[in-house]
């Protein structure tokens, strides 16, 4: 076990941790990835936002919640949802999305497969879908 050490700049928390053991973690991992992109829109924010999306959704398929109903129902909804499938495979890397930001004016643009889409609107559907079934428990 190796621990490094840093001078941290002031103001910062003196310790920051985050504990991976459950998809509701990754929830939490998958919110904070959420405000991230809002604060500053960009590709790799927005591609870690989908991948933790994509990978919460398989931390719940091999959770004992798996069997629930709720748990269940949220699955079959995911799975069927055409920008997780789009998501899922952005991800793999078998298709590709573009994202650019226009700093002049403040716009983004979120082209998958070079079908547009507002990256908001993609985030917040999938937020939505998660947050039904974990905002419950």
């Not at 941790?17 to 959420?34: A, D, G, I, Q, V």
């Not at 992109?37 to 798996?66: C, M, Q, R, Y």
């Not at 789009?86 to 002049?104: P, R």
Request: with cysteine; aromatic share 10%.
């Amino acid at each position: 076990y190796l621990r490094f050490l840093r001078k941290k700049p002031r103001g910062h928390k003196m310790k920051e941790e985050h504990n991976f053991s459950t998809p509701r973690n990754l929830y939490e991992k998958l919110l904070r990835e959420s405000e991230r992109f809002d604060n500053e829109p960009s590709g790799d924010n927005f591609f870690n936002f989908i991948v933790t999306a994509v990978h919460l959704k398989e931390w719940v398929k091999k959770a004992p919640i798996s069997t629930h109903e709720g748990a269940k129902r949220m699955l079959d909804k995911i799975s069927k949802n055409e920008l997780m499938k789009q998501c899922a495979e952005c991800v793999s890397g078998s298709s590709s999305y573009v994202f650019s930001v226009d700093k002049a004016n403040g716009t983004v643009e979120l082209l998958i497969n070079g079908e547009p889409k507002d990256p908001y609107l993609v985030k917040n559907e999938i937020l939505d879908m998660f947050r039904n079934y974990f905002e419950i428990k």
